[in-house]
């Protein structure tokens, strides 16, 4: 697993340096669509029944503006729009990242 070594904000992303030297942009719209909290992507009870993840998809104008790093894992990330519930582990944003 790598993990951020410096992360900013940078104009209108987030800009993560790794470990092993690779450098990950993240328009701040992209990132709260990506979020992968329950209020974002919905959760399931234990008959397999869908709650939440309807609300909307983009988000034209949200700031990112604070993180936390979250043990040695993840960062949860705060927007300007109130979220900040989602826990982007360091391999899901790697994910995110090759994806761009």
Known sequence: MHVPLNLQI????????WDDGLESYFPFGKLRAASPSASNLGERDILGNRYGGDGPK?????QVIGWERVGNYAIRFDFSDGHRTGLYSFDYLRTLAAAS
């Open 10 to 17: 940078i104009g209108q992303e987030v800009a993560i340096v």
């Open 58 to 62: 983009q988000f034209p104008g949200v």
